[in-house]
């Protein structure tokens, strides 16, 4: 078996730090990885549930959340995504581009 995470796979923590380099994680002893910042635990999936769970987030009323998601890749966001996109999303100067 090749236990080698498969390169279509992404990690974020609990923390909000996400990324697809796995060379940026820290590992524990136990062989877990964690965030590089905070050491907070977290969660592997496939790279495509990730953007299609992002994209219907956004769908849902939450503008530009795949913008803001790819923004803040590999940042450690201790008050979680929702919370550190609000904050995001209000301090975007208003666009009307369409
Ligand atoms: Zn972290």
Redesign the pocket.
Known sequence: MNQKIAPKELWY?????WTDDWDKLKTTPQGIP???????PGFITPEADWLKGAQRFEDEGHPRYVEFLNANKEQ???RGFLTTYKMWITSQPVTTSD
């Open positions: 923590g609990s923390c909000s730090y964690v965030c590089p910042h905070c050491g907070a450690c966001l201790p």
